[in-house]
């Protein structure tokens, strides 16, 4: 089942086209990563996905049903956290979710599961003592408050030192894994997404470059082979005329797309009387993968 489905989703500012035709296909279960380059349009899916962004009719689809006409219903289901969290600061931790269960009729008794499931034990403090990541994680309660299905985070690790980003990390996999919460995650740290997401979506210019498993990702684009040889520059004249080779001062790197390429080229090697110290293939990462998406025409 697709909890999120975008059909051709496009948004004008003014005159200007920001969203230009995005399908998007969120699955029930996963951990999606929403990446792309600023002004590529990512804040402008989210509102379109919270209802705040007007788009056309059946263009944005939660749950089977329309943004446009079953909007409360679907917003009942769905938890948020964009960037940094709504908190009244003279407050504790504990009043601010007591305000909000009397305003969704949520029983008091989900504060404290909350409070303890994020790790937020001192719950008598008062918000403005709180740190980055405690006013994150106490968001998260917030946006989890009514038990929704899907969670959408914009940006969750803005501005966190290295131990809140950890937290916030085994925070979203555990509410995945154990809680059973569809996740979509909009983030400009790549190390992070690699790390936490099983399914990712790449926007440039209001379109998908990219969308699937996070290692349908690594497996279809270009990989490098590192080849190290008894005559590196004979070697080189040889894979060259196959595949591209750059030819550094102790390594070849050759372009290839496909784990047969690494046998033919040992064969060419094997042919010419080459011995082969070294054949590895060198998978790019996330990071260099965006940036070539996004950067190259």
Known sequence: MNVIETKSLVYDFGSKPVLNGIDLTVQKGSIFGFLGPNGSGKTTTIRALLGLARVPEKSVMLFGKDIRTHRIEILKNIGSLIEYPALYNHLSGYDNLHILCNLTSTPKKRIKELLDLVLLTDCSKKVSKYSLGM?????????????????????????????????????????????????????????????????????KEGKL??????????????????????????????????????????LIEAVVKEEKDTAVIS???????????RLEPKSQNLEELFFNLTTND
């Open 135 to 203: 006013k994150q994680r106490l968001g998260i309660a917030a946006a989890l408050l009514t038990d929704p299905e899907l969670l959408i985070l914009d940006e969750p690790t803005n501005g966190l030192d290295p131990a809140g980003i950890r937290d916030m990390r085994h925070l979203i996999k555990t509410l995945n894994q154990d809680f059973g919460k569809t996740i979509f995650i909009s983030s400009h740290l790549l190390y992070e997404v690699e790390m936490m997401c099983s399914h990712l979506a790449i926007l």
């Open 209 to 250: 470059v990219f969308q699937g498993r996070a290692c349908e990702l690594k497996n279809k684009y270009t990989k490098l082979l590192l080849v190290d040889t008894s005559d590196n520059k004979k070697s080189a004249e040889l894979i060259e005329q196959q595949y591209p080779v750059k030819l550094t001062e102790n």
């Open 267 to 277: 064969r060419i090697l094997f042919r010419n009387d080459i011995d082969i110290y």
